[in-house]
């Protein structure tokens, strides 16, 4: 899969706000990067968005509503049980839910960081069929192995596994290389 030239970061309302702007903040350069925070996410001060376009998530008739915009690739961190409820039947009533519509009717990947726990049957089965569906469905899990030593390293390796997924290239953490002698 080629590296995505330009990429979606939508914020939905659950915890871990930070998650989806550190996953900004990581970005290679060479990538264009579009930001939609949803209604019930906390508010983003625009220092905090670099050199991201901030797209209303009202805004439904924004670029990133189109397939014809060229969005290579959409990610949803954090993604609320709402939201994903919302992808998997088709609800497309925000800019965050229309973009996931986008991503999935143009078969571009689109990846889902549910933020909840437990997880309820109904949400198991929504993230069964959004899989089937071939979305990334990949909630922030640490790695052991990766040997963190702190909250940023372990954030480090959940943005790093979650670019692994979209084909981005990055240097945030070291990939398992199996049992050294």
């Known amino acids: 899969m080629p590296s ?29 990067a579009h930001l939609v925070v949803s209604d019930n996410a906390r ?18 008739a924004a670029g990133p509503a189109s397939g014809s915009f060229g969005i290579d690739a959409t990610a949803v961190i954090p993604c609320s049980m709402n939201t994903l409820a919302k992808i998997a039947c088709g609800i497309s009533d925000t800019l ?8 999935l009717k143009e078969r571009k990947p689109l990846l889902l960081a549910p933020r909840e726990m ?3 049957p109904i949400a198991l089965e ?11 469905i990949a909630p922030p899990v640490p790695g052991y192995y990766a040997e963190h030593d702190s909250l940023e390293a372990m954030e480090r390796f959940w943005i790093g596994k979650w670019y692994d997924l979209l084909g981005i290239d990055h240097e945030l953490y070291t990939p398992w290389s199996g049992n050294s002698t």
């Open 4 to 32: 995505p030239r330009k990429i979606l970061i939508a914020i939905s309302g659950a915890s871990g706000v930070e998650l989806g702007m550190k996953f900004l903040h990581h970005l290679p350069d060479g990538i264009e």
């Open 43 to 60: 508010t983003v001060r625009e220092r905090e968005l670099g050199r991201a376009f901030l797209h209303s998530d009202g805004d439904i």
């Open 96 to 103: 965050v839910t229309r973009a996931a519509a986008v991503a």
């Open 118 to 120: 437990p997880f309820s």
């Open 126 to 136: 929504n993230m069964l069929k959004l899989s089937r569906l071939g979305v990334h």
